[in-house]
């Protein structure tokens, strides 16, 4: 146990370290606060600003649209199904094939469907597919969180004439911290992946202004940068390397702060 501790730790450090070494020194305003110039990637200035806006855009839009797609699922089959359920465990198991699927089949899927569509790469394809990919994250995230709330709370709430949408209000209070941690693997899932927006979010050097611009993200922009036969170049994409974990970082906080918050005013 103490080896396997010290190994993921060790790998945790020497991750972040590689990117601080190689991104500390060609991180600068510029790279955060500026869109890509003419030859950026061939090492002329500009920045990666239109990546890290079109980054948050789709991992927030994915995950707010997960949110609202999984907790009636989840409560449906926690309140509404009994523990055994044929259907509760289908949709149990269902998620949990989804869960493992590779994100390039996601990207594929979203692909095939928009050119059904007639649709064009664009944001709204970008979150519609990454929702898809962190769905059944969410969703057995929050199954899980829920299934450790105590049955006899339900059941004192039934005895108290509470009906189920009420006692589902309860298990959500309860939740909260869960919930908070559901959001947070979602959006770190959505925000850090590649395959899945490749084909569907595509890229641009502009800011996306609209649901049907395409929007650029931080991963496909390292990859970009990545290879570049540029030096310059790729130091950068070690930089913008070190935004996406800055910003991972920063909603990780904030999420325990939050979780702690409300699991001190827990009934």
């Not at 060790?10 to 020194?25: A, E, H």
């Not at 944001?123 to 519609?128: F, K, N, S």
């Not at 339900?154 to 959500?172: C, H, P, Q, V, W």
Request: no cysteine; net charge positive.
């Amino acid at each position: 146990m103490i080896v396997a501790s010290v190994l993921i730790v060790g790998g945790f450090f020497l991750i972040v370290g590689t990117i601080l070494i190689k991104g500390l020194p060609a991180l600068s305003l510029d790279l955060i606060t500026k869109t890509p110039g003419g030859g950026f990637y061939m090492g002329k200035e500009g920045g990666v600003l239109n990546a890290i806006v079109g980054s948050l855009y789709i991992a927030l839009g994915s995950s707010g649209l997960a949110l609202i797609l999984s907790l009636p699922i989840v409560l449906y089959i926690n309140v509404y199904l009994k523990r055994s359920s044929k259907l509760g465990s289908i949709a149990r198991l269902s998620s949990d094939v989804l869960f493992g699927i590779p994100s390039i089949v996601y990207g594929a899927f979203g692909f095939t469907v928009m050119i059904y569509f007639g649709l064009k790469t664009s944001l709204l394809g970008g979150i519609l597919t990454v929702t898809l990919l962190v769905l059944p994250i969410m969703i057995r995230t929050m199954d899980e969180v829920i299934r450790t709330i105590p049955k006899e709370l339900l059941d004192a709430s039934y005895s108290l004439g509470s009906t189920r949408l009420e006692a589902s209000k309860i298990l959500i209070r309860q939740s909260i911290p869960g919930i908070f941690t559901a959001i947070l693997l979602s959006f770190g899932r959505g925000i850090g992946d590649v395959a899945s927006v490749m084909f569907t979010a595509g890229f641009s050097d502009n800011i996306p202004t609209s649901i049907d611009s395409p929007a650029p993200t931080l991963p496909l922009a390292i990859f970009f940068q990545l290879g570049s036969p540029v030096d310059e170049v790729q130091a950068r994409a070690y930089a913008s390397a070190l935004v996406l974990t800055i910003i991972v970082l920063l909603i990780s906080i904030g999420a325990r702060t939050l979780s702690k918050r409300f699991s001190k005013n827990k009934i």
